[in-house]
């Protein structure tokens, strides 16, 4: 399974960006899709997450603000972000939890995409 990421990017205060990924390869199926964070020297944390029964959860830190949103047909996701502050600034990174065989999940990583949300 191969993540294919895009968008972040610099934005001032307060504005907005979009991240999206997809997903490509053969004989598997999404069980969950999500957006992860790493911030310089700060461990990384879920940012937001979608099951493909299309349940969300999303970090304390980013309610109100992001939206994840999936495209089952494209085996995509997306994570808007709105009222971004610099706090929010981070390497943002894709993963998708597959099932790639009967009782077998392995998790996936996509490249990271910087995000820099200036004062």
């Known amino acids: 399974v191969q993540l294919q990421a895009s968008g972040g990017g610099l934005v001032q205060a307060g504005g907005s960006l979009r991240l999206s990924c997809a997903a490509s390869?053969?004989?598997?199926?999404?069980?969950?899709m999500g957006w992860y964070r790493q911030a310089p020297g700060k461990q990384r944390e879920l940012v937001a997450v979608i099951t493909s029964a299309g349940s969300t959860n999303y970090a304390d830190s980013v309610k109100g603000r992001f939206t994840i949103s999936r495209d089952n047909a494209k085996i995509a996701v997306s994570l808007q972000m709105n009222s971004l502050k610099p706090e929010d600034t981070a390497v943002y990174y894709c993963n998708a939890d597959c099932r790639t065989a009967p009782l077998v999940d392995r998790s996936y990583w996509g490249p990271g995409t910087q995000v820099t949300v200036s004062s």
């Open positions: 390869g053969s004989r598997f199926r999404i069980n969950a």
